[in-house]
């Protein structure tokens, strides 16, 4: 069965910093990850996604993931945080003609000016 | 804007209640999925409904129904309601069955309170 762990609750950085998140997943096939923003109040946005190809994929507001194999990971990164991107972060697996997603606990991004 | 729409965005409501949760997916999207979020559970796939039809099954109580009606729309029907069903409810949506991109997208949710 598929499973997602994010390994860090919480995590807090200063504005311009760079980020990373950190998601392992476990699935027996090629998996299909995503990474999905929360922000209060709101529902989930997609940052980005891989299926295959190119083992760095660029997503929107300027993150980026790296997917690897070997590790069974798939971290988020962004080289400059701003204020704005203080949210929930849920790394996510699928796969090809599967049914639904599975989440990660997720990972809440506190940014301090 | 994601293009689906989930109503109520809010509800509150008693135990041993029944209420109805409803969504409008994405124009032309075939599959619903339900989904539950708790700080306790995080999120929990309930059900997924393709052009009308059940296809999968996560951690549904058996309180809890769904359907999705010949116009794509989709109900999730949640009765005898206890403390712990307080929850989000998000509804997403795909163009078709696992969808060849495996993206889904999502609405933004109803907030169930049972007091």
């Known amino acids: 069965a598929q499973s997602v762990t994010q390994p860090d609750i919480h995590i807090t950085v200063s504005e311009g910093a760079s980020l990373e998140l950190r998601c392992n997943y476990s699935?027996?096939?090629?998996?299909?990850l995503f990474w999905y923003v929360q922000s209060p109040g709101q529902g989930l946005q997609l940052l980005l996604k891989?299926?295959?190809?190119?083992?760095l994929v660029q997503g929107i507001k300027g993150f980026e993931a790296e997917f690897k194999r070997s590790q069974s990971s798939f971290n988020l990164r962004k080289p400059s945080v701003h204020w704005s991107d203080a949210a929930e972060y849920f790394c996510a697996v699928g796969s090809l003609y599967g049914n639904k997603l599975v989440f990660g606990a997720g990972t809440i991004l506190r940014v301090k000016s | 804007d994601s293009g689906v729409t989930q109503t109520p965005k809010h509800l509150i409501t008693a135990t041993g209640q029944r209420v109805t949760l409803r969504c409008s997916p994405r124009?032309?999207?075939?599959?619903v999925y339900w989904y539950q979020q708790s700080l306790d559970q995080g999120l929990q796939f309930l059900i997924q409904?393709?052009?009308?039809?059940?296809?999968a099954k996560g951690n549904i109580l058996e309180r809890f129904s769904a359907q999705q009606f010949p116009d794509l729309h989709s109900e999730l029907n949640l009765s005898s309601l206890e403390l712990g069903d307080s929850a989000l409810y998000f509804c997403?949506?795909?163009?078709?069955?696992?969808?060849?991109?495996?993206?889904?997208?999502f609405g933004e949710g109803s907030r169930l309170t049972v007091l």
């Open positions: 997403a949506s795909s163009a078709q069955q696992g969808s060849s991109t495996g993206e889904l997208f």
């Open positions: 699935y027996g096939a090629t998996p299909y």
């Open positions: 124009s032309g999207d075939l599959s």
């Open positions: 891989y299926f295959s190809g190119d083992t």
């Open positions: 409904y393709y052009n009308g039809e059940e296809r």
